[in-house]
């Protein structure tokens, strides 16, 4: 997990309301993912960056949207949350093929 | 869809023995990868293997890659108690573009 962090790292919040999830690097790597995990689904795409304000969407996009202004912060939004976006959403980095991973943000969404 | 689907999804053996996990994919790969997480921790890289390679040794883990059946093997030697975690394959499906599609992982225990 070493130069990637999130937060926060736990957050409950009720239907409806907006959330916005942090991922913040200092590898000054180019690519920047926003995952979920979910049981039986694996990892699945959210949103990416390829670079500052440059992304795009994954597999997974709707009722989210990112923002990254600086190389380093790579922002999710969940714009009204709903009970189907509980899980834990997970960031990575990437300079070239290999990601690296970031500890985590476990959201429910009650 | 899922583009890689892991098999077993759960695998528990005795620590010592060797430990196989199967990945299998349906569309041309440009380079594919194996990653293990840890209960509530994030992903770490194991190894990537491209698609013109057939095997790649690191350290106790060997992985092979047969692009004919479209499927990849995990082989951990020597399996520690350490070393339970979940595992998954990625696939990277387009060359520069940087995206991985993941498996569901198996989750592998080492009984002491």
């Known amino acids: 997990d070493a130069g990637i962090t999130q937060s926060p790292r736990h957050k409950v919040t009720e239907t409806g309301t907006p959330v916005t999830l942090r991922c913040h690097q200092t590898e000054n790597h180019r690519y920047m993912y926003w995952y979920r995990q979910d049981p039986g689904h694996g990892l699945r795409l959210i949103h990416y960056?390829?670079?500052?304000?440059?992304?795009d969407k994954g597999e997974v996009s709707d009722g989210y949207s990112v923002s990254r202004s600086k190389t380093e912060d790579f922002l999710l939004t969940l714009e009204s949350a709903t009970s189907s976006q509980t899980s834990v959403y997970f960031c990575a980095i990437s300079e070239s093929a290999e990601q690296y991973f970031g500890p985590g943000t476990r959201l429910t969404v009650t | 869809s899922q583009q890689g689907e892991e098999d077993p999804q759960a695998l528990s053996i005795q620590e010592g023995e060797n430990a196989t996990m199967n990945c299998s994919y349906k569309?041309?790969?440009?380079?594919l990868q194996w990653y293990r997480q840890n209960s509530g921790r994030g992903l770490v890289h194991l190894i990537l293997i491209r698609s013109n390679e057939r095997e790649k040794h690191s350290g106790r883990l060997r992985v092979t890659l047969d692009t004919s059946k479209k499927s990849s093997s995990l082989l951990i030697t020597a399996s520690r108690a350490a070393d339970t975690a979940s595992y998954f394959c990625?696939?990277?499906?387009?060359?520069?573009?940087?995206?991985?599609?993941f498996g569901q992982g198996t989750r592998l225990t080492i009984n002491p």
């Open positions: 569309t041309s790969i440009n380079n």
């Open positions: 990625a696939t990277d499906l387009i060359q520069g573009a940087q995206k991985l599609v």
């Open positions: 960056s390829y670079g500052v304000k440059d992304t």
